[in-house]
């Protein structure tokens, strides 16, 4: 059965139900916390009535500096949001440690940014080296992948598509909202990952909801594909794409056809006047919700709750 872990200023608590008990370990990072499992099972089978969850102020439960890499469209939905066709070559970036912010915590839009996208992802939190040119098989997933994470990819699309920069336009610190809960799986939990729902919604209204069913390339495959030409060692962050239904959308094929022909400059411009009418980018005041769970709760990797808020 997997254990929920929780991150605070005051160290790591293993989750029961509504109430958290700290774990009696001098883990400081996250790689430091999976190689002290047995202190988080200590914790978790013991009968301490503990602290209510709601009292307690979440940090990332993955810590930083770590590698934090993504996939590149890795849902259905998404490719069709996205306006691909046919087969989709797998793809990954790389992503700033230093975006990792809190479950809590504001998104920070910076000023130059107009138009501020949201994606909710999968996150692998790696439990074990893999080294270059590893083969992952399904059988395999439990000796690398130590646990789960809720996790946002926040975009900057006018930075993202005008200068062709994932790096940069995701990147900017709180543009990976974290947590709350590092879902510690055991071997028999990785049967039910396809059963994971991923829900996001601005303001209440729905916006995002997909299950593992529909993506692409599903994790053994990713990390195979992944191990290619980069090693990843604990704690590292390996986000897996997000599902369709984020405010970004690929224009209709005869628009798309028509600004082919426009100059740079002159195509951008409109693509995004087009764009500045899309009521679904994201507000200073704008609150969103995040979620991850199988629909029976055996895994449940709680509820992140991020405001959004304008630089100063």
């Known amino acids: 059965m997997s254990t929920n872990v929780l991150r605070t200023a005051e160290g790591w608590w293993a989750v029961r139900n509504s109430h958290a008990v700290r774990i009696g370990t001098k ?26 969850v709601a009292d307690l102020v979440a940090l ?55 138009f501020l996208d949201y ?85 209440g209204e729905a916006r995002q909801d997909r299950t593992l069913a ?14 290619r030409f980069q090693t990843l060692e604990p704690g590292d962050l390996l986000l897996t794409g997000t599902p369709g239904g984020t405010a970004l959308k690929a224009p209709p094929k005869a628009v798309e056809k028509l600004g082919a022909l426009l100059p740079p400059a002159v195509k951008w411009k409109a693509f995004f006047k087009s764009q500045a009418r899309n009521p679904r980018y994201l507000h200073a005041g704008d609150v969103v919700t995040a979620s991850i769970a199988t629909p029976d709760g055996r895994l449940d990797l709680g509820e992140q709750r991020t405001p959004v808020t304008d630089a100063i």
């Open 27 to 52: 883990a400081v990072t996250t790689a430091e916390l999976l190689d002290d499992r047995d202190a988080v099972r200590e914790a978790a089978a013991g009968d301490e009535p503990g602290t209510p």
């Open 60 to 114: 990332s439960p993955v810590t930083t500096p770590c590698r934090v890499v993504a996939q590149m469209v890795n849902y259905r939905s998404h490719a069709r949001d996205s306006g691909f066709r046919g087969d989709i070559p797998p793809a990954f970036f790389r992503k700033a440690s230093g975006s990792v912010s809190g479950p809590g915590d504001a998104i920070v839009r910076p000023s130059h940014v107009d």
């Open 119 to 203: 994606e909710v992802e999968l996150g692998l939190v790696m439990g074990a080296l893999l080294p270059v040119g590893t083969v992952v098989e399904e059988r395999d997933l439990p000796s690398y992948v130590a646990g789960l994470v809720v996790t946002n990819d926040v975009s900057a699309r006018d930075v993202q598509l005008t200068k062709t920069q994932f790096y940069e336009s995701k990147s900017y610190p709180t543009f990976t909202p974290t947590g709350p809960y590092l879902c510690l799986l055991e071997a028999e939990d990785f049967a039910h990952l396809l059963d994971l729902r991923l829900k996001l919604s601005v303001n």
């Open 214 to 227: 529909d993506m692409i390339v599903r994790p053994a495959r990713a990390l195979t594909l992944l191990a």
